[in-house]
T-cell receptor, first 114, second 112 residues
């Protein structure tokens, strides 16, 4: 079974631009979560989607948004990029309804904002 | 404030020795505590979890201990191997939440 895939793997943007990151969960997984990882703050939860609905949201500004499609694929968008948005963005999927402790992470998208 | 933290940012052990990675938490309203391992260039990988009403749980070469009195969590790795070199995160799943709250991580280096 294929793992979680994220595209692109690397991205360089400038301040003020916007970016869209994509995540394809493991087949059959309906829950997709997004995390931001930085050296100083560690892994911080952004939001979780289940059956195309945002079910949970972390403490991030409204510039961070996401969505999930009917095939469970998910995208996250960051508008008006700031230097502090430079980070590794990780997507994780879980089977529907159970086992949220075991989330399956993708390799991440490394975003650099110049 | 509430946090999930780690005592040491780095840990070096000799191959074959046992490793102990520690974690402190402050939120008592957590259903589960979980350990993840992140190797270079990869996303975190689930290792083991423990329900908050348990004290100990064993897996393959790993044991997690939970001391609720002092709000302390540890991961013990038996016979540490070079492949165990990674950053280890403790995380908690709080009551009513589906997401995880991660600590900042401990980098384990195994010396051959």
């Amino acid at each position: 079974k294929a793992g979680v895939t994220q595209t692109p793997r690397y991205l360089i943007k400038t301040r003020g631009q916007q970016v869209t990151l994509s995540c394809s969960p493991i087949s059959g997984h309906r829950s997709v979560s997004w995390y931001q990882q930085t050296p100083g703050q560690g892994l911080q939860f952004l939001f979780e989607y289940f059956s195309e609905t945002q079910r949970n949201k972390g403490n991030f500004p409204g510039r961070f948004s996401g969505r999930q499609f009917s095939n469970s694929r998910s995208e996250m968008n960051v508008s008006t990029l700031e230097l502090g948005d430079s980070a590794l963005y990780l997507c994780a999927s879980s089977p529907a309804g159970t086992a949220y402790n075991e989330q399956f992470f993708g390799p991440g998208t490394r975003l650099t904002v110049l | 404030g509430e946090s999930v933290g780690l005592h040491l940012p780095t840990l070096s052990v000799q191959e074959g020795d046992n490793s102990i990675i520690n974690c402190a938490y402050s939120n008592s309203a957590s259903d589960y505590f979980i350990w993840y391992k992140q190797e270079s260039g990869k996303g975190p990988q689930f290792i083991i979890d423990i329900r908050s009403n348990m004290d100990k749980r064993q897996g393959q070469r790993v044991t997690v201990l939970l001391n609720k009195t002092v709000k302390h969590l540890s991961l013990q790795i038996a016979a540490t191997q070079p492949g165990d070199s990674a950053v280890y995160f403790c995380a908690e799943r709080r009551t009513g939440a589906n997401n995880l709250f991660f600590g900042t991580g401990t980098r384990l280096t195994v010396i051959p």
